[in-house]
Each structure stands twice: as C-alpha cells, then as structure tokens.
C-alpha cells in the first residue's frame, strides 16, 4: 500500500530564506507526483506536476525535484516571503484515477 | 473557466438526514472524483469516475453514493448522514490519465453532521 509521509509536520523561518519541503513515499510505481498549496479554509491548488520520467519541474519560485528510486521528493521555495505561508501537500498517483496524499507541511513565512 | 465549482460552501445536518453535494467542472474533463479531509488523515478517495456512466470506489465508499450522467456534473449523496461523515469534501477532476494530467481541485464543502 502506497503511503506518502511529509516532514516535518510544520515550519517556520523569516523572511527571504529559500527553504525545502520534503516527501516521502513508499512504492517507486508512480505516474505522476503533485505538489499543492492549501491556505487555510480554502481548496487545493496545483503548483507543480512531476512525471514519473522527469527529474524537476520548475515555475517561478518554486522547483521540485523526483527520485523515484528512493521515494523522495523536494518542493525548494526561494526568497521566502509572508504569502508563501500556506499548508503545503505531497500527492502521488499510484494508478489512473487515485491520489495519495501526504497529510502536508505548515509554514509560516515571518516578515 | 470557472474550473471545478463546488455547492454548497457549508451544510449542517441532523443524523439521518440525506443530502447532495455538487460538484461541476467546465473543462470538459473525462476524470472527476471526490475526496474527503480529515485531521490527521489526510485526504481519502471516496468514489470516481471515468466518464459518462462510469463510476467506480475509492478507498472510503461507505455511506456514499455517485451518479454520472453528465461530463460536467458528478454529484456526491450522502443516503444516511452519520456524525463521523463530519468533514470537508473536495471534488477534482482531469482531462485524462496520462501521466502529464494534472489534478484540479474544487474549493470544498464543510459539512457539519450533528
């Protein structure tokens, strides 16, 4: 059973330091593995897809990085700033339909 | 593109109660899906579909049911509301199953089973 675990649970740093998130998954057999904001009362938006071929993505800011052989994933945001802080969630997609989540990291962007 | 839209926002409801949440996508997409959050949990696959008529379980099915008569429209019936159906629900949909598809989520629906 496909299980993603993101770590640590939550994260605080000032402003203007790049910072990593971590994701970890337990069976390389992915399609794809998604990267998500979530700010508080809110719904999922998508940031970066990475497919299981590819090795980064990028989009402004934001680069995350797929080693399938050892189930890991990185989301580094650079120059931190205030509206960066948001709840930050790991998705894997195992099979066609299904995502599987990690339960997401906290931050805090302090000015 | 209004994307993936979602009704209602809120719902309470009593035990026992049945209701519907809506969930409506513009992206002619194939692929929709509800997921609920939980605290601690994460987010859990209730049911999906394929398509038009297709319709298939996820990991939470129990005490749901979906219908797809539309591409745009894949409603979520809650039959028998039960206080641990208490919960945020997300419906998201993609336009295909490639592995370059991605997920778009819906703002979701806080319901509250009392």
């Known amino acids: 059973k496909q299980e993603v675990t993101q770590i640590p649970a939550a994260l605080s740093v000032p402003e203007g330091e790049n910072l990593v998130l971590n994701c970890s998954f337990t069976?390389?057999?992915?399609?794809?593995l998604q990267w998500f904001r979530q700010d508080p009362g809110k719904g999922l938006t998508s940031l970066l897809l990475?497919?299981?071929?590819?090795r980064e993505q990028t989009s402004g800011r934001l680069n995350a990085s797929l080693d399938k052989s050892s189930g890991r994933s990185t989301l580094y945001i650079a120059a931190s700033q205030p509206g960066d802080s948001a709840t930050y969630l790991c998705?894997?997609?195992?099979?066609?339909?299904?995502?599987?989540f990690g339960q997401g990291t906290r931050l805090t962007i302090n000015p | 593109n209004a994307g993936v839209t979602q009704t209602p926002k809120f719902q309470v409801l009593k035990t026992g109660q049945s209701m519907t949440l809506q969930c409506a996508q513009d992206?002619?997409?194939?692929?929709m899906s509800w997921y609920r959050q939980d605290p601690g949990m994460g987010l859990r696959l209730i049911h999906y579909?394929?398509?038009?008529?297709?319709?298939d379980q996820g990991e939470v099915p129990n005490g749901y049911n979906v219908s797809r008569s539309t591409t745009e429209d894949f409603p979520l019936r809650l039959l028998s509301a039960a206080p641990s159906q208490t919960s945020v629900y997300f419906c998201?949909?993609?336009?295909?199953?490639?592995?370059?598809?991605?997920?778009?989520f819906g703002p979701g629906t806080r319901l509250t089973v009392l």
């Open positions: 992206m002619n997409h194939e692929y």
């Open positions: 579909s394929v398509g038009a008529g297709i319709t």
């Open positions: 998705a894997v997609r195992p099979g066609a339909q299904k995502l599987v």
């Open positions: 998201a949909s993609s336009s295909g199953q490639q592995s370059y598809n991605e997920q778009f």
């Open positions: 990475i497919q299981s071929s590819q």
């Open positions: 069976d390389s057999a992915i399609y794809n």
